[in-house]
């Protein structure tokens, strides 16, 4: 602290440094603040004003969409895709890394190598047969046809994340625990799961943020506009109010809403997520 | 150790172990129970959905199929002939290679750079973190959208700075010499922060008592710099190159509301590609063969990379 005080404000370095931040700050600010404030305009001051505050704020264009049918559709049908991927990801990747931490077998080793191999490829290289799989099993525009092929696309990561965090379960207490009688699954239940909750946070979250904001996937597997979650729901929009920036900004600033606040909320987790299962995976 | 091997070791098969179900505890049918419940359910997803697919991709290459009844008209190569005779498959490989080439001499010396100085504490550096790593938290599809905004050429940011200057503005994304370049502005825009806090997490668990030494060996700041933190650096740098080409090779949803991939096929990737020409006119074989292409550049690009330069991690 001391050490900052001393330097002065005329120190070059200094000076550079807070110029060169100030500099991406505005290049990170600048397009999120116009879109926010383009919301307030109208379609002729946008055109005018772009960058500055709106001379007259239009609270209409926000108040449009907030009271439209549509935009919560939007958001609903995120959420309740969101959720099922969510649930169904802390489950079976919970179970599996429960089974890889602390159950010796044959093979264990083996099938915990054929579920990294899910972290080497993108969902896109195969989406076409992934396509006509959903189709077979007549998940096509259902919200589990989404969820579905989320979550086995995030269990590799999952798995590896939280296995590692049981493992760091002393081994005594499961031990201790099966000597007195109680099962594996016990175990996990009473002992592991509750033990977990900071991991199992991160990896919800990270699960919920991917699912969230995911395009392609909803976008092969869904027809009907009634189930679209919102990164669809935004484009079809954008297609229809197709120069009328002022709408669509507001659209956009109320979509992304939810993710800055989720964000917020979660920073911890989704920046630990991020990192720990990027540093180690 | 040993007394975890002694209890866990594998005594028998699924059929010795299944007369001993009644007891409970620390024996294989505790274990075999487990085995049977909690493992399936994410390896039948996995293989399902993940698997599979990748192997039907191979398959359906082979066919000249619009994904209706079932696959018969086997043509062989022919669908991989025709993907590498596209002059488009080319410019989409030519632009994902641009995207890697801009994400590792733009945005990961940028990254660090900022690492470097976010890293320490001084006030205003938590909020500049959290300003510099929200592009990523944003949905690719709404970051596409801000900047078809932003280079909107009637009411987009850009357009009225080239108007301030009285010139007629143009229009970035519509032009097949600019599209690519817009979107790789994006593409650093909103990937950066990412990288940032990679570095800033290894600066962070970096043992400090190795910096303290050089300086009262008398390094200057810059000496410091090159010959101790970097190089302790250098595993999260391998890696996040490996997620910078990982992530540019897979690059779609950031390049649909821009551009779609045009003007003329100048900003397609191979994502944006495979969707264009292979799920929205359902030409199975063909995307599948592109989907297979891309396949093979993934693995043997991370099995290259990982041999190569992440032996020991």
């Not at chain 1, 807070?18 to 879109?35: D, N, Q, R, S």
């Not at chain 2, 009644?22 to 997803?45: N, Q």
């Not at chain 2, 002059?87 to 290679?97: D, I, P, T």
């Not at chain 2, 817009?182 to 290894?202: D, Q």
Request: glycine share 6%.
């Amino acid at each position: 602290m001391s050490n900052a005080g001393a330097r002065s404000a005329f120190d070059p370095a200094v000076l550079f440094k807070a110029l060169f931040l100030g500099l991406i700050a505005i290049f990170v600010l600048v397009p999120l603040l116009a879109t926010l404030l383009g919301g307030f305009k109208s379609l002729g001051e946008l055109r005018v004003n772009p960058f500055g505050l709106p001379r007259h704020w239009e609270w209409q264009n926000y108040a449009d969409i907030l009271f439209s049918a549509r935009y919560w559709q939007l958001l609903r049908n995120s959420l309740v895709i969101s959720t099922l991927a969510v649930t169904l990801t802390l489950i079976t990747a919970s179970m599996a890394a429960f089974t890889f931490a602390h159950v010796r077998f044959f093979g264990s080793s083996m099938l915990l190598s054929y579920l990294t191999l899910g972290l080497l490829f993108p969902a896109a290289t195969a989406v076409l047969p992934l396509f006509i799989k959903v189709r077979d099993l007549g998940l096509l525009d259902t919200y589990f046809g989404v969820a579905l092929p989320q979550v086995a696309f995030s269990l590799a990561m999952s798995v590896l994340l939280l296995r590692r965090f049981f493992k760091d379960i002393p081994y005594e207490l499961l031990e201790a625990a099966l000597v007195d009688g109680c099962s594996y699954i016990k175990f996990f239940r009473y002992v592991t799961l509750p033990l977990s909750r900071p991991i199992l946070a991160t990896v919800g979250t990270i699960t919920f943020v991917n699912s969230w904001n995911a395009y392609l996937l909803p976008l092969v597997m869904l027809n009907t506009d009634a189930l679209y979650p919102w990164p669809l729901g935004i484009m079809v929009y954008q297609g229809e109010y197709s120069s009328e920036w002022h709408l669509i900004l507001a659209f956009i600033t109320l979509t992304i809403l939810p993710t800055i606040i989720l964000f917020l909320l979660a920073q911890k987790h989704i920046v630990a997520g991020l990192t720990a299962g990027a540093v180690k995976g | 150790m040993a007394r975890r091997i002694a209890i866990t070791s594998p005594v028998g098969v699924a059929g010795e172990a299944a007369p001993q179900v009644a007891v409970r505890g620390p024996g294989w049918d505790g274990r075999f129970t487990v085995l049977i419940l909690f493992l399936p359910p994410a390896l039948l997803l996995f293989t399902l959905f993940v698997v599979l697919p990748i192997g039907e991709a191979a398959w359906y290459s082979a066919f000249n199929w619009n994904g209706f009844g079932r696959p018969t008209n086997w043509i062989g190569f022919d669908n991989y002939r025709f993907v590498l005779e596209t002059r488009a498959f080319w410019l989409a490989l030519r632009n994902n290679g641009l995207i890697i080439a801009v994400s590792l001499a733009v945005q990961l010396p940028l990254a660090l750079t900022l690492a470097l100085m976010l890293a320490e504490r001084f006030r205003g550096a938590v909020a500049l973190r959290m300003l510099f790593f929200m592009p990523y938290i944003l949905a690719e599809i709404a970051t596409g959208l801000i900047f078809s905004f932003v280079y909107d050429g009637d009411y987009g940011l850009v357009a009225s700075i080239w108007r301030a200057f009285g010139a007629e503005p143009p229009h970035l994304l519509a032009s097949t010499d600019t599209a690519m370049l817009a979107v790789l502005i994006v593409v650093v825009w909103k990937y950066f922060g990412f990288h940032m806090m990679l570095f800033i997490a290894a600066l962070q668990s970096l043992d400090k008592s190795l910096v303290e030494a050089a300086r009262i060996d008398g390094a200057t700041r810059t000496q410091t710099l090159r010959h101790v933190v970097i190089p302790l650096l250098y595993p999260t740098i391998r890696l996040s190159v490996f997620f910078a080409i990982i992530g540019s090779l897979q690059l779609f949803d950031l390049v649909m509301p821009l551009t779609r991939g045009g003007p003329a096929d100048s900003s397609n990737t191979m994502v944006s590609f495979l969707y264009n020409n292979g799920i929205s006119r359902m030409r199975v074989g063909y995307g599948s063969a592109i989907g297979v292409i891309l396949f093979a550049i993934c693995v043997t690009f991370a099995f290259t990379y990982k041999r190569w330069f992440m032996r020991d991690e």
